[in-house]
């Protein structure tokens, strides 16, 4: 029957919160349901955290920051990282399989998310005992030092579109510099994280430096965000959200890294290689059925080639098909109803505004009638100023609008309130470096486009986007602040 999805993961799962190294229900017992968006059925029960349960997490974090995992030398925690990315790397089936049930991703794109994580741990894992700290000459008579050390307890807030990925960028960094740490993952995809926690224990990381309670943004989220024995905090979500979590920070003095979306533009000169841009074009928008932070949502197309351009993707987004994810469809359902019903709101919101679709794909007849499916939508020509080329849909939607010339496309590239990625296409080399550096974006790519990967590359944005790195090198330096030591010697 179609409605009836046969994963390899059971319909009763119930977890419960990892605190200290126990599973612990939440302190007033309450629960969570969770649904499956591939066909919205009742899928596993999550515990509904409290600020009891972030309060103990936190000390939990605290006792071992201040203990066996604080006692640890960097390379004893980097090999604790590459055993838990081992862990992790022989499980790619099983993780994965469990992330698209419960988040709905493509199979495909479920496992890679799995192999990302394991490399983040073995990126952060191989880098613990190398971040260096620095001496200064100063006076003949002083030896000064600064050293490198982490903030304490850390508590990272993580999304639902890339759980894992953006746990392992987030919390694989800070444990390498020798944070202990609590995590809140969202409410509809806790489960991977759950699982990776489990793992950790297994491998051998003391209790409490990794702390996971799960629960509502606004109960266990909320309470982690103000908890006065934080002393850093990383979150990626909504602008709105990260308002609330950056001023419950500020109340208690601490600092948060904010990774808050986008609305990333592709800029495409009447001298790009098309054959080579277009797939990427199309997969950027639609990689995680646009539910990601660096979706290429707008394209910008020089008015030469725009008509081209347009009949080009109207072709691809025809033929794409939203899916069940274990059917490997060109994308799955979105996450919830509620992401549902706000990316059907713009493109309602389109209509209203005299906007008609150029070219939409489908959903497949096997789809299960109770899962959250969108077909993917593209609109061409666009207003640079209509709401569907300013406000992030998260969804997959599409807009083009055209540009004259170069300076119109870094005018319009830059005309959001966002700036977290860019792609420009073009064979002409000096253009590509002068356009790519006047992207005001964490991230340019020239003739590609990464969407989110690449785990040694530093990521994050300007303006709306948020602010702090994360990913790389500098994602490990973001987990530690530093102490100079002046030692008098004569
Ligand atoms: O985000 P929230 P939502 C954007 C995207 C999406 C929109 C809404 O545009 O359509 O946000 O998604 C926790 N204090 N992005 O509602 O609320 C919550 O439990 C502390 C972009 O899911 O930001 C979850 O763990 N925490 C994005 C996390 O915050 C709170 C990824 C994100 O939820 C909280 C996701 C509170 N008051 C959504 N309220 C990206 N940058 O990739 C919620 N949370």
């Given at each position: 029957?179609?409605?009836?999805?046969?994963?390899?993961?059971?319909?009763?799962?119930?977890?419960?919160?990892?605190?200290?190294?126990r599973?612990?229900?939440?302190?007033?017992?309450?629960?969570?349901?969770?649904?499956?968006?591939?066909?919205?059925?009742l899928?596993?029960r999550?515990?509904?955290?409290?600020?009891?349960?972030?309060?103990?997490?936190?000390?939990?974090?605290?006792?071992a920051f201040?203990?066996?995992?604080?006692k640890?030398?960097?390379?004893?925690?980097?090999?604790?990282?590459?055993?838990?990315?081992?862990?992790?790397?022989a499980?790619?089936d099983?993780?994965?399989?469990?992330?698209?049930?419960?988040?709905?991703?493509?199979?495909?794109?479920?496992k890679?998310?799995?192999?990302?994580?394991?490399?983040?741990?073995?990126?952060?894992?191989?880098?613990?005992?190398?971040?260096?700290?620095e001496?200064?000459?100063?006076?003949?008579?002083?030896?000064?030092g600064?050293?490198?050390?982490?903030?304490?307890?850390?508590?990272?807030?993580v999304?639902?579109?890339?759980?894992?990925?953006?746990?392992?960028?987030?919390?694989?960094?800070?444990?390498?510099?020798?944070?202990?740490?609590?995590?809140k993952?969202?409410e509809?995809?806790?489960?991977?994280?759950?699982r990776?926690?489990?793992?950790?224990?297994?491998?051998?990381f003391?209790?409490g430096a990794?702390?996971?309670?799960?629960?509502?943004?606004?109960?266990?989220?909320?309470?982690?965000?103000?908890?006065?024995?934080?002393?850093?905090?990383s979150?990626?979500?909504?602008?709105?959200t990260g308002?609330?979590?950056?001023?419950?920070?500020?109340?208690?003095h601490?600092?948060?890294?904010?990774?808050?979306?986008?609305?990333?533009?592709?800029?495409?000169?009447?001298?790009?290689d098309?054959?080579?841009?277009?797939?990427?074009?199309?997969?950027a928008?639609?990689?995680n059925?646009g539910?990601?932070?660096?979706?290429?949502?707008?394209?910008?197309?020089?008015?030469?080639?725009?008509k081209?351009?347009?009949?080009?993707?109207?072709?691809?987004?025809?033929?794409?098909k939203a899916g069940?994810?274990?059917?490997?469809?060109d994308?799955?359902?979105?996450?919830?109803?509620?992401?549902?019903?706000?990316?059907?709101?713009?493109l309602?919101?389109?209509?209203?505004?005299?906007?008609?679709?150029?070219?939409?794909?489908?959903?497949?007849?096997?789809?299960?009638?109770?899962?959250?499916?969108?077909?993917?939508?593209?609109?061409?020509?666009?207003a640079?100023?209509?709401?569907?080329?300013q406000?992030e849909?998260?969804?997959?939607?599409l807009?083009?609008?055209?540009?004259?010339?170069?300076?119109?496309a870094?005018?319009?590239?830059?005309?959001?309130?966002y700036?977290?990625a860019?792609?420009?296409?073009?064979?002409?080399?000096?253009?590509s470096?002068?356009?790519?550096?006047a992207?005001?974006?964490?991230?340019?790519?020239?003739?590609?486009?990464?969407?989110?990967?690449?785990?040694?590359?530093?990521?994050?944005?300007?303006?709306?986007?948020?602010h702090?790195?994360?990913?790389?090198?500098?994602?490990?330096?973001?987990?530690t602040?530093?102490?100079?030591?002046?030692?008098a010697?004569?």
């Amino acid at each position: 029957m179609n409605d009836q999805v046969s994963l390899n993961v059971s319909p009763d799962m119930v977890h419960q919160n990892l605190i200290g190294g126990r599973n612990v229900p939440a302190s007033d017992g309450a629960m969570l349901d969770v649904l499956s968006p591939v066909d919205g059925s009742l899928f596993a029960r999550i515990a509904s955290g409290t600020a009891a349960d972030v309060d103990a997490a936190v000390k939990a974090a605290r006792a071992a920051f201040e203990g066996a995992w604080g006692k640890l030398t960097a390379t004893e925690r980097g090999r604790l990282l590459m055993k838990l990315a081992a862990a992790v790397e022989a499980r790619v089936d099983e993780l994965g399989e469990l992330e698209s049930r419960d988040n709905g991703k493509p199979l495909r794109q479920a496992k890679a998310d799995v192999v990302a994580l394991a490399r983040y741990l073995e990126f952060y894992g191989s880098a613990a005992d190398k971040l260096h700290g620095e001496v200064i000459p100063y006076l003949n008579t002083h030896f000064i030092g600064v050293e490198r050390v982490p903030h304490g307890v850390t508590g990272h807030i993580v999304p639902w579109n890339y759980p894992m990925q953006i746990f392992g960028r987030s919390v694989g960094a800070a444990l390498a510099a020798g944070n202990a740490t609590v995590v809140k993952p969202a409410e509809d995809a806790s489960l991977t994280i759950l699982r990776v926690a489990a793992l950790a224990r297994e491998v051998g990381f003391p209790d409490g430096a990794l702390n996971i309670v799960t629960g509502l943004g606004r109960t266990a989220g909320a309470a982690l965000a103000g908890h006065p024995g934080i002393d850093f905090l990383s979150f990626t979500g909504s602008p709105e959200t990260g308002t609330a979590v950056q001023t419950a920070a500020a109340r208690n003095h601490v600092g948060v890294t904010l990774e808050l979306g986008g609305k990333s533009a592709q800029v495409v000169f009447d001298d790009a290689d098309l054959e080579r841009a277009l797939p990427v074009l199309v997969n950027a928008i639609i990689q995680n059925g646009g539910q990601t932070c660096s979706a290429g949502s707008r394209l910008l197309i020089q008015r030469g080639i725009f008509k081209d351009v347009v009949d080009a993707v109207s072709e691809r987004f025809r033929a794409l098909k939203a899916g069940r994810p274990d059917a490997e469809p060109d994308l799955g359902p979105m996450i919830n109803q509620a992401q549902q019903r706000r990316v059907q709101g713009y493109l309602d919101r389109a209509s209203q505004e005299g906007l008609t679709v150029t070219a939409s794909g489908g959903i497949a007849a096997d789809a299960p009638k109770g899962g959250y499916y969108v077909a993917p939508t593209f609109f061409a020509p666009v207003a640079h100023e209509s709401l569907l080329s300013q406000e992030e849909v998260f969804g997959p939607v599409l807009v083009a609008t055209p540009f004259e010339d170069e300076a119109e496309a870094i005018r319009l590239a830059n005309g959001t309130p966002y700036g977290l990625a860019a792609g420009v296409w073009t064979r002409d080399a000096m253009r590509s470096t002068r356009v790519g550096r006047a992207m005001r974006v964490g991230q340019v790519f020239v003739n590609c486009y990464g969407a989110g990967g690449g785990i040694e590359l530093p990521f994050g944005g300007f303006g709306r986007s948020g602010h702090g790195r994360e990913k790389g090198f500098e994602g490990l330096v973001e987990f530690t602040t530093t102490r100079t030591i002046v030692i008098a010697h004569g």
